[in-house]
């Protein structure tokens, strides 16, 4: 075997282990575990927003903290909470279900993480300086610009999300090149399982929308921090350039999103319909079919900047296009349904739950489609109950599908479903609460974005309903949270396939995986592969290699470092400016480039060949599982 | 569409109990606002038959489906089905077609430009942040946070901002459209065949007060219109108390207007008296009949407003502008409240 380049193993405990893995499984938690957090901190505002307009014109929060509120909970739950979460099945998943031992890249993989992190962290430690992005997660130019935001707050979101952008543009492209170069022999593109080609397609997404979103906001930077004019009308900036710029981005992000959703719905209703998914090829063309679509329907979100009837009605049909690809999706689900045995675990539910739902959201989707009719329900709550419908409902409910469903093989324990059960009910109904009233709320004349509306225009009720759904998936969130602690307290004593009704690789190897995740590479021999196997009666995958040393990428800080020099630096030159800092500003944000480079320059020079993992530990792996 | 009647005619009825006469979209009071809601109820249509057939498919699988005690049978492995696929291909893109050709029609009638239609009446609408300018170029009338308009005329809107993007809407009378900064001028146009007030919103954050940003339309017959506008172009006199008259002269003509005095660069505070608001968001109303917190007298919510504009529009650019006691804001207060047009 390729012991010329042997080296002792590597491995680190305790919070070094964390800080310099490269392990996809534990960056995968790495990554549940900081979503979750800003996921929390999304809710938070959430909850503060709708207690605030649980009653006309009151005042639990100030004018300008409200327009902090939206602006940063919009901006947590997409870039910090949604995206990551994502992230964290894509690499907890992806190579078990491909059968890989990790990902092409893990070392990108852990910088990836890192710079969300710290990306995430400095766009929220606006809240601790005290000046917060304010001008919507839309950041409409010119009322970001400095001389509508003459504070940091848009600093704080360009830099920020810049920085965590780097890290899923990275992690994206890494897991392009794991899908296409990693797959186990005989698991043909046509064999790989549905979530993995949902994130497939949504990778490709990102490697196309995220750099608009880059180029973007370089742009607004550049007018921010080095007094540039790309969105300064009075010196021939054009701020309708940032709205395209930020919707050519903005909308594929939805589908960068969702995407995944529907890949766990898939596996989810499949397993527990204990039946093949119905129409598996019009699956995955209509998966491919959403990705093309979404990048050619931007301008929906335009209607009323006045781009001119032709450029509405083209984009009115376009969008309206969209909604057969997703139909046929549906329509799979419901039919891969028909005729299973279907077995009501909690991520069941939460799939099946998902479907309806989502319907809904996707048929407000059709109506704002109507380009006339839009001018109506544009920045309304109607279009806030849309997204929601389609991001909570239909997100949303995907993630906790998918964390009930794969948490066995993730941590080796299972969730409680009794009281998977009561979070299921109490977040449905919180949601249905919540954002089902919101419609009505719009097309009875409520602005979305608003501090406060007034008394006697007939809106009281609704928005008093409104807060109370979303207390209620608040609590049923914290129901979730006590659930993961209680279980965490539980023994791990379970099996391959917990579920019993697994089809897919990453059920034939123990929960939670070892370090190689294979022992020996499966041949995979048909769609559904484990499924295959249990059907001709085997009790594992046929392997395709002897037991043999496993080679392992070397864990190592360097990422960890890169990212906390891209911090140091975004933080010294968004306060580089005369006014504020001046040259210290210049010398702090140099210095973080130069802990980057630094880190890029040892990488690069001192070369690391991994280490094996020797035959005698993995059967003795083996021999403890058996 | 002509099938569709009756159910259209259901629907009407039941979304008509929905919502104010002068705020909601559902309650259309206007031709252009009735064209967007004739498509709203085409689309609720249409999509309705989608979602019904998902939820009774979905109810019956759940039920029919549901995996029984102790069964462990394996079901069918089915692959698909060409026949139902094209089913549910085919029957989408119809259900499409159906709603893309009312919605290309009403694309492009609701853009027909009026700014050159002699019939006409002309506006010019400029946003600033948290309030309404509204130009007549042909009568040589600038007003604010109160559009007087005649029925049934047909208005022709050009909307810009002097600022930031906001969005102009009237959600009984007509969809929005954005107001973009630098000489990027926005058309649309609008009419009332019934007189009334409605209100109108700003639908485009645009800083702290973006909710507060409100104006109304009022809607008058063609005759009180033309009263209107001779009363805004009569002359109007300054404060007869001489002490009231010259800090209302330094500290409120420097940005404001009344009649021919004054500098242009905030509203124009002709007829104020007779207006529906203060600030767009006070509402007027007699004594004795102040139901809600927004609303008060005239010359309450003028003195509230001058005395401390902070309180009622957060970040507005009138607070800080000006010094004045409080007996100076009261005999301001007082000289705006009798600032009145008498036209209805």
């Known amino acids: 075997m390729a012991h010329a380049h042997a080296h002792a193993v590597k491995r680190r405990t305790g919070i070094m282990d964390w800080l310099t893995t490269v392990d996809h499984k534990k960056i995968g938690i790495m990554y549940l575990l900081a979503g979750g957090f800003f996921f929390l901190i999304g809710g938070l505002e959430a909850i503060l927003i709708r207690l605030q307009l649980m009653f006309p014109q009151s005042d639990v929060v100030s004018a300008q903290f409200y327009n902090e509120l939206i602006t940063m909970h919009g901006t947590t739950m997409i870039f910090l909470a949604a995206m990551p979460i994502i992230f964290g099945f894509m690499n907890a998943i992806i190579p078990l279900q491909i059968g890989a031992r990790d990902v092409a890249y893990p070392f990108v993989n852990a910088l990836g993480f890192w710079t969300f992190f710290f990306g995430g962290l400095l766009l929220n430690i606006s809240f601790i300086a005290g000046t917060v992005p304010d001008a919507g997660w839309t950041m409409y130019a010119p009322l970001s610009g400095t001389t509508y935001t003459e504070h940091h707050g848009t600093d704080y979101y360009v830099i920020g999300l810049q920085i965590s952008g780097i890290g899923t543009l990275i992690g994206g492209i890494n897991f392009l090149v794991t899908i296409i170069n990693m797959r186990a022999p005989g698991m043909t593109f046509m064999r790989m399982p549905m979530f993995t080609w949902a994130s497939f397609i949504t990778s490709a997404l990102i490697l196309f929308a995220f750099p608009a979103l880059t180029v973007g906001l370089a742009a607004l930077m550049f007018d921010r921090i080095f007094n540039g004019n790309f969105f300064n009308p009075s010196a021939g900036g054009n701020v309708v350039l940032w709205e395209h710029i930020f919707w050519i981005f903005g909308h594929p992000e939805v589908y960068i999103l969702i995407l995944p959703a529907f890949g766990i719905i898939s596996e989810v209703v499949s397993t527990f319909s204990r039946k093949r998914l119905f129409g598996y090829s019009s699956m995955v063309f209509a998966t491919v079919l959403i990705g093309f679509l979404g990048f050619m329907v931007w301008a929906h979100h335009m209607f009323t900047t006045g781009l001119g009837a032709i450029a509405n009605a083209l984009f009115s049909i376009a969008t309206m296009l969209i909604a057969v690809p997703t139909g046929i999706k549906i329509f799979n689900w419901l039919f891969t349904m028909w005729g299973g045995s279907i077995r009501f675990t909690v991520a069941n539910m939460f799939a099946v739950g998902f479907v309806p739902t989502f319907v809904m959201g996707g048929v407000t989707g059709v109506m704002l489609a109507v380009a006339p009719a839009d001018y109506q329900y544009h920045d309304t709550y109607f279009v806030v109950a849309h997204f929601h419908y389609v991001i909570v409902g239909g997100l949303v409910m995907g993630i906790f599908a998918g964390m009930h469903y794969w948490w066995p093989k993730m941590f080796g324990r299972m969730l409680s479903e009794k009281l998977g059960i009561w979070t299921f009910w109490m977040f449905y109904i919180g949601f249905h609460l919540t954002f089902f009233v919101q419609h009505f709320l719009g097309l009875l004349g409520m602005p979305r974005r608003i501090w406060q509306y007034l008394d006697g225009m007939g809106l009281n009720n609704l928005n008093f309903i409104s807060t109370i759904g979303a207390l209620m998936m608040g609590v049923g969130t914290i129901m979730f949270l006590i659930n993961v602690v209680i279980t965490m307290r539980k023994p791990k004593n379970l099996s391959n396939d917990p579920w019993e009704d697994g089809r897919t690789l990453e059920w034939t190897i123990p929960s939670p995986a070892p370090e190689y995740n294979f022992a020996q590479t499966p041949l995979v021999r048909g769609y559904d592969a484990w499924w295959h196997e249990k059907m001709e009666g085997n009790t594992k995958m046929t392997p395709v290699e002897p037991i043999g040393p496993i080679h392992m990428p070397s864990p190592s800080i360097l990422p960890f470092f890169m990212a906390v020099g891209l911090f140091i630096a975004g933080f010294g030159f968004m306060y580089s400016k005369p006014a504020d800092w001046g040259t210290t500003g210049l010398i702090i944000g140099a210095a973080g480039l130069l802990i980057t480079f630094g880190c890029m320059a040892l990488r690069s020079w001192f070369d690391d060949h991994g280490f094996h993992i020797e035959e005698e530990e993995i059967l003795k792996d083996q021999g403890v599982k058996a | ?344």
């Open chain 2, 1 to 344: 569409m002509k099938r569709f009647a009756p159910l259209m005619a259901l629907l009407v009825l039941v979304l008509s109990a929905c919502g104010r006469e002068d705020l909601s979209a559902l309650n259309p009071q206007g031709p252009v606002a009735q064209e967007q809601r004739d498509l709203m109820l085409i689309s609720i249509l249409i999509m309705s038959i989608v979602v019904v057939s998902v939820f009774a498919i979905s109810i019956y699988v759940l039920i029919k489906f549901r995996r029984r005690k102790g069964d462990n049978s394996i079901p069918k492995q089915v692959e698909g089905s060409h026949k139902l696929e094209v089913i549910w291909t085919v029957i989408p893109i119809i259900l499409l077609v159906v709603l893309a050709v009312p919605t290309l029609k009403s694309v492009f009638s609701l853009a027909k430009d009026y700014t050159e239609d002699p019939e006409a009446l002309q506006v010019i609408v400029t946003a600033h942040q948290y309030w309404w300018e509204f130009e007549y170029p042909e009568l040589g009338i600038k007003t604010a946070q109160e559009l007087v308009i005649p029925t049934g005329k047909t208005i022709s809107i050009q909307a810009k901002t002097a600022d930031v993007i906001h969005s102009f809407w009237i959600p009984s009378l007509a969809g929005k459209t954005d107001t973009n900064p630098d000489g990027n001028v926005n058309k649309m146009y609008f009419s009332a065949p019934k007189a009334g007030v409605y209100q109108g919103k700003c639908a485009e954050l645009c800083g702290p007060s973006h909710g507060l940003m409100d104006f109304k339309v009022k809607a008058v017959e063609p005759s009180s219109f033309e009263r209107w506008q001779i009363a805004m172009l009569d002359t109007v006199q300054l404060p007869s108390d001489s002490e009231i008259a010259s800090a209302f002269e330094s500290q409120c003509l420097t940005c404001h207007a009344v009649g021919d005095y004054g500098g242009g660069a905030f509203p124009n505070l002709t007829g104020i008296g007779s207006r529906e608001s203060v600030a767009g968001i006070l509402i007027n109303v007699e004594e004795g009949e102040i139901e809600y917190k927004h609303e008060d007298t005239v010359y309450n919510n003028l003195y509230k407003w001058i005395k401390d504009p902070e309180a009622v529009k957060p970040g507005n650019h009138m607070t800080g502008a000006y010094q004045l006691t409080d007996e100076e804001v009261a005999g301001i207060a007082e000289y705006l409240s009798n600032l009145t047009l008498d036209f209805e």
